[in-house]
Nanobody, 119 residues
């Protein structure tokens, strides 16, 4: 059973920074795909940043150069933390942000954390 708990969302002014964290537990492997997605009302959930099973980091064009994804592994793979450092935030970054893990081909989602950027 995989559990994902996100934290770090909030309200920030444009140009500010926030750091999101996702604590993943449940025999996650360091090679698991992990990513951050976001969704606004009436729109589909979209990829923000990801770490592939091979360790490659990819970013949506809209966040390149502003957001940084990182992954911290516990030595025994029982817990992994996925982070998203968000700098130079813009009002269009306002969304609910979700952590995603694919474990044995099954996608798991966190409960989401709200990020609101005021202009």
């Amino acid at each position: 059973q995989v559990q994902l708990v996100e934290s770090g969302g909030g309200l920030v002014q444009a140009g500010g920074s926030l750091r999101l964290s996702c604590a993943a537990s449940g025999r996650i492997f360091s090679g698991n795909y992990m990513g951050w997605y976001r969704q606004t009302p009436g729109k589909q959930r979209e990829l923000v940043a990801e770490v592939t099973s091979g360790g490659t980091k990819n970013y949506a064009d809209s966040v390149k150069g502003r957001f940084t994804i990182s992954r911290d592994n516990a030595g025994d793979n029982t817990k992994i933390q996925l982070n998203l450092q968000m700098n130079s935030l813009k009002p269009e970054d306002t969304a609910v942000y979700y952590c995603n893990v694919i474990h044995w081909g099954i996608p798991y989602w966190g409960q989401g954390t709200q990020v609101t950027v005021s202009s």
